[in-house]
């Protein structure tokens, strides 16, 4: 059995009478993909949302590793080892790609706003933060778009760079937010090798409409419809579910 | 190195140029200028100080601050309380304590206020400036409406800052030492948060900073380079009253900025000459008949503002980096 990295159990958000997540357990191991699909408004970013403590959920608790941080602030998770990606591109637009980069990763170096002798070397030559950035560019395949201004990229481009940013700060575990979303064919193969190649040392949840690459990627699917987990297991077990074609892949396909 | 082109954080050649003509043109005026003037440009210089004091909020973090003239003024008074009626008291522990003072309440207060965003950390901001400014106003102990009176400058020891040549350069040492120390900064991890910060504080903390940390080591900063400007104010005019803590000071604050340009400090020193000279100007305007054009100075700075803001949203820094760029490509 595989590592289990992260490890929700019951989780719920209301948003006033609505259920947008509505008792979703979820467990993430190292080494696998756990896809979460659904229909447009089936909680599927809500539950990002939670995990990552962008949003306090309304009951349940959620473990990463053996620290409970159902109640942790984004800040703390993301230190925890927890990094995410965005739906919508959530980057530095008048930064160069390097220094979106570079910023996320300087993160993970020592902390110390109070200490003078830190304000006063340029960022630019913290070695650690600088190898910790270059690594992450060039897996996420941008080494030669570094000096570009990140707003002036192409979209293709700015979804790469948001996954560049959180493997600048070294998770154990992904959560990514459609990172296919709005990529060309040869854009979205390359994902999917980076994805694969990502795969081994780290726990993933993959939010994905892309049906060929759910199938590609998936070790585990979870299939989500109006907030609730209606099937979750192997995927060709799923696959074969008629629940789940009707909710779900014989609507939107 | 990667300069982010936004907010001129990198000054081109031709800024770098105008500050280098600006420093030789400072350093000659005390030789040239009568003793009216040299103080006049000295009262320029310490308003630059506490304009690159707002800068690093307003400017590099995206802070808007309605109240920073509070830490401007709390400086000022502690030389004040601390000058005795009879004699100079010592620059080398003063200083000190007035930044540590004004430091201090940025502290307190900031750990309330960057807890909000947008325009209620505007108005929060103000709340507790203005609780100071009628602290002071309404107390008969400190100083009242009237304010206060020092009637020596402090005593540096090696140089007399009674003359008005040495507090001229006293003041513009303090000026390029405040410049210096945070152009290192703009650049440092620390600064490059901050600048993070403005442009997406969310996605800062999605990556694992601390932001509220950062805020309010920014907030105390620049409180305690308000206080420097605000010492040298008191002991230049001899002189501190309510109204350096007030509103029209702080709104002052945030035009000189807004004037020079943002985010790199070289305007904010330009924003600050300017405005105090267009003051000078405008206030001086003749009459025409009837109307007093210089009573109504401020519609005039208005408008001219309005006008700037509109042709060059940058700041008169970024006109100059315009006019650079066009002149390149004509070349």
Avoid at chain 2, 89 to 104: C, D, E, K, N, Q
Wanted: proline share 4%.
């Amino acid at each position: 059995m595989a590592e289990v990295l992260l490890s929700a159990k019951g989780l719920t958000k209301r948003f006033g009478g609505l259920a947008a997540v509505d008792n979703v357990s979820i467990d993430l191991w190292r080494d696998r993909i756990h896809v979460v699909i659904g229909p447009n408004g089936a909680g599927k970013s809500t539950l990002t949302n939670l995990l990552s403590g962008d949003l306090p959920p309304t009951a349940g608790a959620i473990l990463l590793g053996e620290h409970d941080i159902t109640k942790a602030s984004p800040e703390q998770i993301s230190r925890r080892g927890l990094g995410r990606s965005y739906q919508k591109t959530n980057i530095f637009p008048p930064f160069t790609v390097w220094e979106n980069v570079r910023l996320a990763a300087q993160s993970r170096a020592a902390q110390q706003p109070w200490n003078p002798l830190r304000w006063m070397r340029a960022a630019d030559t913290e070695r650690s933060v600088n190898e910790r950035a270059e690594r992450a560019l060039e897996l996420a395949g941008l080494t030669e778009r570094r000096d570009t201004v990140a707003g002036a990229a192409s979209h293709g481009e700015q979804r790469q760079l948001e996954i560049a940013m959180t493997l600048a700060t070294d998770p154990q575990v992904l959560l990514l937010d459609e990172p296919l979303a709005g990529m060309g064919v040869a854009e979205a193969e390359r994902m999917v090798k980076l994805l694969l190649r990502l795969k081994p040392q780290h726990a993933m949840m993959l939010v994905e409409h892309d049906i060929d690459a759910i199938f590609t990627l998936a070790d585990h699917l979870t299939v989500m419809v109006n907030g609730a987990v209606i099937a979750s297991g192997e995927p060709q077990a799923i696959r074969n579910d008629l629940g789940v074609q009707a909710a779900y892949l014989g609507e939107d396909h | 190195m990667s300069a982010p082109k936004a907010n001129l954080e990198a000054l081109p050649r031709s800024v770098q140029i105008v500050l280098a003509l600006g420093l030789v043109a400072l350093v000659v005026f005390p030789f040239v200028g009568s003793d009216f003037y040299a103080q006049m440009v000295t009262r320029m210089m310490i308003l630059a100080i506490f304009a690159m004091s707002l800068d690093l909020l307003q400017g590099v973090t995206g802070l808007v601050s309605l109240g920073h003239a509070a830490y401007f003024g709390l400086a000022g008074y502690a030389l004040a309380f601390v000058t005795p009626q009879d004699g100079a008291v010592s620059l080398w522990w003063t200083l000190p304590l007035a930044l540590l003072g004004s430091a201090a309440a940025a502290l307190v207060i900031g750990f309330f206020v960057v807890r909000t965003k947008g325009i209620y950390f505007i108005m929060v901001t103000m709340a507790f400036a203005q609780m100071i400014y009628y602290l002071f106003f309404g107390n008969k102990v400190l100083g009242g409406s009237d304010g206060l009176y020092l009637y020596f400058k402090p005593d540096a020891g090696l140089f007399d800052l009674e003359n008005t040549r040495v507090f001229y350069f006293f003041t513009l040492a303090c000026l390029l030492l405040t410049y210096a120390f945070l152009r290192r900064l703009l650049w440092s991890p620390f600064g490059r948060a901050l600048a993070g910060i403005r442009v997406n504080e969310h996605r800062m903390r999605a990556v694992g900073f601390g932001t509220f940390g950062y805020k309010l080591a920014a907030f105390t900063l620049a409180g305690a380079l308000a206080g420097l400007a605000g010492y040298l104010w008191a002991a230049q005019t001899g002189f501190v009253n309510p109204e350096l803590m007030g509103f029209h000071q702080s709104a002052h604050a945030i035009m000189m900025v807004i004037l020079g340009g943002m985010g790199n400090f070289a305007g904010a020193i330009v924003g600050a000459f300017a405005f105090e000279w267009l003051l000078h100007e405008f206030k001086g305007l003749p009459s025409l008949g009837e109307f007093n054009l210089g009573k109504h100075w401020q519609l005039w700075m208005g408008l001219f503002i309005v006008l700037l803001v509109s042709f060059a949203p940058r700041g008169l820094l970024g006109l100059l980096q315009r006019r650079h760029k066009a002149g390149a490509g004509h070349g």
